[in-house]
């Protein structure tokens, strides 16, 4: 599914047993019809890692390490039905597997990376940013937002006219680097 680097210069794979059905063989869902099991793939300087995550129903994209006992495992779609109901896309596991929190981090995300000090960004694609799967007034609509580990906006781009950004790179917890379009 990807592979990243995280704040810890370890890598980090994503892997699952089968590729999810697509809606209509074209959008990705955000809830798979069947349970799967993805694996976490963790490889450091003189090691490599392996956390197996069974009975999954959520279509993940991205994997980051969260301070250093956990991991975030988000998906890119998350579809919204109304302001009490929405799907949380992002999932926060220890380092057994054990489901510790969900958060709403929202649809369309393009980009995922969580700096050292447990920041979460996220870079939208442009159906994050102009909204679709419910998502009438997108909270993608900035393009990048930061997030805290409790779902909460921590910064919300308002000076980059982002249609889609393509590429993101946190370097530290001041240094982000990003690419866009529009």
């Given at each position: 599914?990807?592979?990243?680097?995280?704040?810890?210069?370890?890598?980090?794979?994503?892997?699952?047993?089968?590729?999810?059905?697509?809606?209509?063989?074209?959008?990705?869902q955000s809830n798979t019809?069947?349970?799967?099991?993805?694996?976490?793939?963790?490889?450091?300087?003189?090691?490599?890692?392996?956390?197996?995550?069974?009975?999954?129903?959520?279509?993940?994209?991205?994997?980051?390490?969260?301070?250093?006992?956990?991991?975030?495992?988000?998906?890119?779609?998350?579809?919204?039905?109304?302001?009490?109901?929405?799907?949380?896309?992002?999932?926060?596991?220890?380092?057994?597997?054990?489901?510790?929190?969900?958060?709403?981090?929202?649809?369309?995300?393009?980009?995922?990376?969580?700096?050292?000090?447990?920041?979460?960004?996220?870079?939208?694609?442009?159906?994050?940013?102009?909204?679709?799967?419910?998502?009438?007034?997108?909270?993608?609509?900035?393009?990048?937002?930061?997030?805290?580990?409790?779902?909460?906006?921590?910064?919300?781009?308002?000076?980059?006219?982002?249609?889609?950004?393509?590429?993101?790179?946190?370097?530290?917890?001041?240094?982000?680097?990003?690419?866009?379009?529009?």
């Open positions: 599914m990807s592979a990243s680097i995280g704040f810890d210069d370890n890598i980090y794979i994503l892997l699952i047993d089968e590729i999810p059905e697509r809606i209509n063989g074209t959008s990705v019809k069947n349970a799967h099991t993805y694996k976490v793939l963790t490889a450091g300087e003189d090691f490599v890692s392996e956390l197996l995550l069974y009975n999954q129903r959520f279509n993940y994209h991205f994997v980051q390490p969260f301070q250093n006992d956990k991991l975030l495992l988000a998906g890119a779609r998350t579809r919204f039905f109304n302001q009490e109901k929405y799907e949380l896309n992002g999932k926060l596991f220890d380092l057994d597997g054990v489901l510790l929190k969900e958060i709403l981090l929202v649809d369309g995300i393009q980009n995922l990376q969580v700096s050292k000090n447990g920041t979460i960004w996220t870079g939208y694609f442009d159906e994050g940013v102009f909204g679709n799967y419910g998502w009438d007034s997108p909270i993608g609509a900035a393009g990048l937002i930061a997030w805290n580990i409790n779902g909460e906006q921590i910064f919300r781009n308002s000076k980059a006219d982002i249609c889609d950004c393509y590429a993101l790179n946190v370097i530290s917890d001041d240094d982000i680097w990003f690419v866009w379009f529009c």
